[in-house]
Nanobody, 124 residues
């Protein structure tokens, strides 16, 4: 059974940090890139970041560039999203998704598997 399980969300004050984890199982991790998306109430789902499984290719949305860092631990089949200098506008449900291929796009239409999401709330 394919599973992507996000964890690490929570409530934090503006300027604080959180680290999200995405633990994958049930598929060949090395064949997929991992994307992070987020969706705030009333807004479209946004591709935030992604990483190829070689780690050679990463992507960040302009809204998070310089504040978020994506990394992977292939031995643990886990991808992390370190989020620093959080802002109230980062409040959303954060999802990880698997995208088959050597590169990543953080494009919703290229994804194959999704997690259930984890809530991140940043208070001002």
């Amino acid at each position: 059974e394919v599973q992507l399980v996000e964890s690490g969300g929570g409530l934090v004050q503006a300027g604080g940090s959180l680290r999200l984890s995405c633990a994958a199982s049930g598929f060949t991790f090395d064949d997929y890139a991992i994307d992070w998306f987020r969706q705030a109430p009333g807004k479209e789902r946004e591709g935030v970041s992604c990483i190829s499984m070689s780690g050679a290719h990463t992507y960040y949305a302009d809204s998070v560039k310089g504040r978020f860092t994506i990394s992977s631990d292939n031995a643990k089949n886990t991808v992390y999203l370190q989020m620093n200098s959080l802002k109230p506008e980062d409040t959303a449900i954060y999802y990880c998704a698997a995208e088959r291929g050597a590169y990543c796009s953080a494009n919703y239409y290229n994804t194959d598997y999704w997690g259930q999401g984890t809530q991140v709330t940043v208070s001002s």
